[in-house]
T-cell receptor
């Protein structure tokens, strides 16, 4: 299978830094996405990693280690509006089916004052 | 203006009824997807279409059917709704020739089957 594992929920303090981890099975890996989803709203694209290393985009950074099947999303200078669910999604290449995107269950982040 | 729209946004129906959820997009993307989201289970793919003549089953297609009426329109039907189809449904689009082929989601349809 292509299970995606991430913590169910996390809590952090306004102004702090939080790291949300995601692990996946490495076979067929073809890229990893992070999405943000506020309650009752559509997921919105945050970042994409396909090569090892860190991708930085403002307060958000995403890291990938392909050999370990591991990624994390790092949120700095947390704001109350960052309270949301963060979805890790991995694209796998399946023989004869092309690319297939599998989503993790999401990590519910609560930012406290 | 929203690039991906879904109608209706909320729907309450009864067991056994036929329901159609509609999705339209102005992004010009060829690829369109239907997902359902349930608490604790994440987004699961129901059907997807890579162009007007292409329809493919996702991981949970039983009880659902789709129609790709045009590049911009992709409809999801529940032929005979049952309570365990109560969920939040999202349509999404993507273009492998743009960006990272990331998916753009509509606002969702909250469906309740009584």
């Amino acid at each position: 299978g292509q299970n995606i594992d991430q913590p169910t929920e996390m809590t952090a303090t306004e102004g702090a830094i939080v790291q949300i981890n995601c692990t996946y099975q490495t076979s067929g890996f073809n890229g990893l996405f992070w999405y943000q989803q506020h309650a009752g709203e559509a997921p919105t694209f945050l970042s994409y990693n396909v090569l090892d290393g860190l991708e930085e985009k403002g307060r958000f950074s995403s890291f990938l280690s392909r050999s370990k099947g591991y990624s994390y999303l790092l949120l700095k200078e947390l704001q109350m509006k960052d309270s949301a669910s963060y979805l890790c999604a991995v694209r796998f290449l399946i023989y004869n089916q092309g690319g297939k995107l599998i989503f993790g269950q999401g990590t519910e982040l609560s930012v406290k004052p | 203006d929203a690039d991906v729209t879904q109608t209706p946004r909320n729907r309450i129906t009864k067991t056994g009824k036929r329901i159609m959820l509609e999705c339209s997009q102005t992004k010009g993307h060829d690829r369109m997807y239907w997902y359902r989201q349930d608490p604790g289970l994440g987004l699961r793919l129901i059907y997807y279409s890579f162009d007007v003549k292409d329809i493919n089953k996702g991981e949970i297609s039983d009880g659902y059917s789709v129609s790709r009426q045009a590049q911009a329109k992709f409809s999801l039907s529940l032929e005979s709704a049952i309570p365990n189809q109560t969920a939040l449904y999202f349509c999404a689009t993507s273009d492998p020739g743009q960006g990272y082929n990331e998916q753009f989601f509509g606002p969702g349809t909250r469906l309740t089957v009584l």
